[in-house]
């Protein structure tokens, strides 16, 4: 039949702008369906013809997916995209054949690690829907996503009920100011209460919470819900196909509950309305909705839906209110900074302004290639335009435009304000850059990602990659703004910074498979000092006589701490009488300043020493440049042993925000560190920010300690502070483990 209808269909143009949206005409969503499975199965129509539609900025839904890991992201946007007829077989995460987890490591961790890009088609609306990881190491994907969300849904696992992950979340969420909604997930498991979710949200967020929907059960088992808006019952009869039910009674008190919160809500978006709610007024379907649109829209009311995403249930309705009370782009503020005038640039994805957009996300593959993730500011962004990366200060050259379903690049003519979309192959172009017009340059805000702090160091398995290794690591660096390959010459070590463990073993493990380079991780050095507490008078003497010209230094020198651990030396000279030529004083600092590299000590190099030249003797034929800065090296590691020596350690400040309830047991854990807490103060959200002093040498590894302490809640940062002397026990030990490189140093 469907072969039939597609075949004999004359007004096929007609047919494909009906089911783009892009007409008006009235088509319930059965019959579209049916229309559009009649010209696919005819391979009239495919997926890719329909999704190559231009959607104007008001047809267009921007909504991240946030929430813990493992709360059932990848699963609900797998559904999305199976219902809207983007894929012809639902995936499963087990099986590793999802949309948005098509990465190796996704596939072999079945877990997300990176924003996945899935544009949905849903009646005459794109939903952009940006899946994000839910684990911790991954925060930088999901806080440049939501950069480029104008809505999320918080997908909250209905088994785990509220995590850390949801609520990291929610705080994300405020931060970009962006409307949202719960959507509780595993309802079909037996021994999921959504009551107790709805409980645990509105103890943490009030009376914001606003359930719209509750489940039906029977003999234990999911079978439909209530919509609390229309106040009827739905029964599931085939996948999200459903039928209309009487509504049990033993809902009614809970969906008495939750009925009167939405009318609660819905009086207050007007004094008629309220006069109406106070006279005992029932309020229609459509004024219902058009007040919860214009609450969710403005953040004052969140809604909660839930659904079983794996047996397709409940994702239908999720749709429709992305739909249906989630804002458009064209609702939402956008601004930068126009560099041409230095004004103030309100873009606020108008399509009738000139062109700009920002680049919020960079995917760079060996084999997909570069892809920059754009965000449309204002105006129509062609495949044929030339853009000025504002931020570059360079012009690119579009070539093609597309948008990326997965891992796949789907071409598209153009993309309007507010649309997201990909530019395949800009040269200088990184995450963060602004893109518009040469005679409108304007520069918009960069996504506010957090910054690594967990090092480990590496080192080439093979040496001879270590060009690879740089080029690789500089690659996915434009990808991943959370990690960082440092080169740290002072202490002869390279460093790989990332969110975690979890992040830096992944990226070793990228680092095999796309570039077939290896490393090996290991304790990173702590950059020890050496320095003097005490006085010394030394004299050395280099002499030298092996036939013919010969060698002679000879320096009496003063050594004193000189109170500046910022500079490795100070070098004066009070030589009186020509002992010592002027023309070797050079010699005697070169000498100094070779000394101070490697000190006697431990091999660390020394600061904060005061050398001082003030007698000697020369020879008038054997005295040379060399001989005088051999003796003043000796004269230094006499000098330096006899002074008093000690190892510094590297003293940093951290900052570190927990809950409330955890401040007793991050204070012991940094007195087990040997930390010094200067301070807490409450952020007056539920938070204690700690700040204290605490050896470098003891914070290897504490994210790890600090989410296990803290069950993911907890945040830290640090930066360097001082070089303090180090305990005498840490010396000791410091010094036996450097006793063969102090040894080399002196060969």
């Known amino acids: 039949m469907n072969n039939i209808l597609a075949k004999k269909c004359k007004n096929f143009s007609r047919i494909v702008t009906m089911i783009r949206g892009t007409e008006d005409v009235n088509l319930d969503k059965k019959a579209e369906r049916r229309i559009r499975a009649a010209l696919q199965s005819a391979n009239l129509l495919t997926w890719e013809v329909l999704h190559m539609d231009v959607f104007r900025t008001d047809r267009i839904r921007n909504v991240v997916l946030l929430g813990h ?20 077989r639902l995936g499963k995460v087990t099986d590793g054949n999802t949309v948005s987890d098509f990465d190796k490591e996704e596939i072999k961790r ?18 952009n829907v940006l899946d994000t990881p839910g684990m911790f190491d991954f925060v930088g994907e999901a806080q440049e996503a939501a950069s480029a969300a104008d809505a999320a849904v918080i997908v909250v696992s209905g088994k785990a009920g509220v995590q850390v992950g949801t609520q990291k979340a929610w705080e994300l969420c405020e931060k970009y100011n962006l409307p949202r909604m719960i959507f509780v997930t595993e ?4 021994d999921v209460s959504y009551r107790e979710v709805v409980e645990q949200l ?17 003999n234990g088992k999911f079978v439909g819900y209530i919509n609390i808006v229309k106040n009827k019952g739905r029964r599931y009869i085939e996948k999200d196909k459903k039928e209309e039910c009487p509504i049990p009674d033993y809902s009614v008190e809970y969906l008495e509950k939750y009925r009167e919160t939405l009318m609660e809500s819905v009086a207050e978006t007007s004094e008629e309305f309220m ?10 379907v459509a004024e219902i909705s058009a007040a919860l649109a214009m609450n969710v829209g403005d953040g004052t009311i969140v809604p909660v839906c839930m659904g079983s995403p794996v047996n397709l249930q409940g994702v239908s309705n999720l749709l429709d209110d992305i739909c249906g009370y989630f804002p458009d782009p064209s609702t939402r503020p956008c601004a930068g900074i126009n560099l041409n005038t230095n004004e103030i640039f309100e873009a606020n994805y108008d399509f009738a302004k000139p062109k700009s957009a920002t680049i919020f996300k960079t995917i760079v593959d060996p084999f997909l290639g570069k892809y920059s993730m754009i965000k449309v500011c204002s105006g129509v962004i062609k495949s044929d335009d030339v853009l000025y990366n504002v931020d570059q200060e360079s012009e690119e050259k579009l070539s093609k435009l597309y948008v990326l379903e997965g891992s796949k690049p789907i071409e598209v003519p153009e993309l309007h304000a507010g649309d997201i979309g990909a530019i395949a192959k800009l040269g200088d172009a990184r995450t963060g850059d602004s893109l518009a017009t ?5 520069r918009y805000g960069k996504p506010d990602v957090s910054t690594p702090y967990t090092a480990k160091r590496y080192k080439p398995k093979n040496k001879a990659d270590v060009d690879k290794i740089s080029q690789a690591f500089a690659k996915m660096m434009q990808e991943d703004l959370t990690m960082k390959a440092v080169n740290d010459s002072a202490n002869h070590q390279t460093l790989l910074y990332g969110m975690g463990d979890q992040h830096i073993d992944i990226i070793v493990s990228k680092l095999l498979e796309r570039y077939k380079v ?17 006085n010394s008078d030394v004299e050395a003497k280099y002499k030298k006589q092996s036939g013919g010209h010969g060698q002679y230094g000879h320096v009496k020198m003063r050594f004193s701490a000189s109170g500046d651990l910022e500079k490795p030396y100070v070098f004066e000279q009070e030589v009186v009488g020509g002992a010592v030529p002027k023309n070797y004083f050079p010699a005697v600092e070169k000498g100094i300043q070779e000394a101070v590299q490697k000190g006697p000590l431990a091999a660390y190099p020394v600061v904060g020493v005061k050398a001082v030249l003030y007698d000697g003797s020369y020879h008038p034929v054997d005295s040379s440049e060399m001989a005088f800065k051999t003796a003043a090296i000796q004269a230094f590691k006499k000098g330096f042993m006899e002074a008093s020596p000690v190892l510094l350690e590297p003293i940093v400040s951290m900052k570190i925000t927990v809950d409330d309830k955890y401040t007793g047991d991050i204070m012991g854990d940094l007195n087990k560190r040997r930390g010094r807490v200067l301070g807490m103060n409450p952020d007056h959200k539920g938070h204690t920010i700690i700040e204290a002093d605490v050896p470098e040498l003891e914070i290897y590894g504490y994210g790890t300690t600090l989410r296990s302490m803290t069950g993911g809640s907890g945040d830290f940062s640090y930066e360097f502070a001082r070089y303090e002397q180090a305990p005498s026990d840490i010396q000791a030990k410091e010094i036996e483990a450097r006793a063969s490189k102090v040894e080399k140093a002196e060969e």
């Not at 006069?275 to 229609?284: A, T, V």
């Not at 040469?438 to 304007?442: D, F, G, I, L, R």
């Open 202 to 218: 509105t103890e943490l967020y009030g009376k914001r919470i606003a359930p719209l929907h509750m489940p039906l059960r029977e």
């Open 187 to 190: 309802m079909d498991q037996d």
């Open 438 to 442: 040469k005679n409108n340059q304007v």
């Open 110 to 127: 079945k877990c997300s690690i990176s924003t996945t890009l899935v544009p949905v088609v849903w009646g005459k609306n794109k939903i």
């Open 275 to 284: 006069d109406r709610y106070f006279g005992g007024e029932e309020f229609s």
């Open 518 to 534: 290896e490393v090996e991780l290991s304790r990173p050095k702590v950059a020890f000092r050496e320095t003097i507490r005490k």
């Open 69 to 88: 890991s493992g709360s059932g992201k990848t699963s609900l946007t797998e559904a999305m995209a199976y219902l809207s007829g983007m894929t012809n």
